[in-house]
């Protein structure tokens, strides 16, 4: 099992959910959030007044816990769907899940997603 963690922006919600639910993803945590990446948070556009240090722009963090064959699937698809080509369209983060277990049931594994 992995968990994939996608750092979107706002407006891209409704996208990644429909994603989300066509791969058969279960289940998924949001979380709002703000943060910059590489580009500090600063626009495509430079001048000289650019205030230092970074801006904190409003992003959301989606986290969803599948079974490895689904993951390159789902990846595949945020990234042809998500990309808009500019700074800032987020990031996706795959990590391993050793185990789940169902607090109602008991159950374990991939039953328990």
Same mark, same amino acid.
């Given at each position: 099992?992995?968990?994939?963690?996608?750092?979107?922006?706002?407006?891209?919600?409704?996208?990644?959910?429909r994603?989300?639910?066509?791969c058969?993803?279960h289940g998924?945590?949001?979380?709002y959030?703000?943060?910059?990446?590489?580009?500090?948070?600063?626009r495509q556009v430079?001048?000289?007044?650019?205030p230092?240090?970074?801006?904190l722009?409003?992003?959301?963090?989606?986290?969803?816990?599948?079974? $490895? %064959?689904?993951?390159e699937?789902?990846?595949a698809k945020? =990234?042809?769907?998500l990309? *808009? &080509?500019?700074? #800032? $369209? %987020?990031k996706?983060?795959?990590?391993?899940i050793?185990? =789940?277990v169902?607090?109602? *049931? &008991?159950?374990? #594994?991939?039953?328990?997603?």
């Open positions: 099992m992995k968990e994939i963690e996608f750092i979107i922006k706002p407006e891209k919600m409704e996208n990644l959910k994603i989300l639910d066509n058969g993803a998924v945590i949001v979380t959030l703000s943060g910059y990446g590489h580009q500090r948070g600063v430079y001048t000289r007044n650019e230092s240090g970074g801006t722009l409003p992003k959301l963090s989606f986290r969803t816990v599948v079974p $490895d %064959g689904a993951v699937e789902i990846v945020v =990234v042809e769907e990309n *808009t &080509g500019s700074f #800032g $369209d %987020g996706i983060f795959i990590r391993n050793e185990d =789940v169902q607090i109602r *049931t &008991g159950m374990r #594994g991939e039953e328990a997603l």
